[in-house]
C-alpha cells in the first residue's frame, strides 16, 4: 500500500479503483488489481471522556 499526497492521481491509475473514507482515513481501493492500493492521512486519536 502506497501512502500518497495526491489521491486525485492515484484514483486515474485504473478504471477501477475506488475512493474510500473510512475513521479519518482516505483509502483507494481496487478489488481486481490490489497493486493500486493507497492510503492518505493518519487515524486521529481517539477520545475518552
Known amino acids: 500500500m502506497r501512502v ?3 489521491i486525485k492521481t492515484v484514483k486515474n491509475r485504473h ?3 475506488k475512493v474510500v ?3 479519518g482515513v482516505t483509502f483507494v481501493i ?3 488489481n490490489p497493486k493500486f492500493k493507497a492510503r492518505q492521512g493518519k487515524p486521529g486519536k481517539k477520545k475518552f471522556y
Do not use: I
Open 30 to 32: 481496487n478489488k481486481t
Open 4 to 6: 500518497v499526497n495526491s
Open 21 to 23: 473514507r473510512r475513521r
Open 15 to 17: 478504471k477501477d479503483c
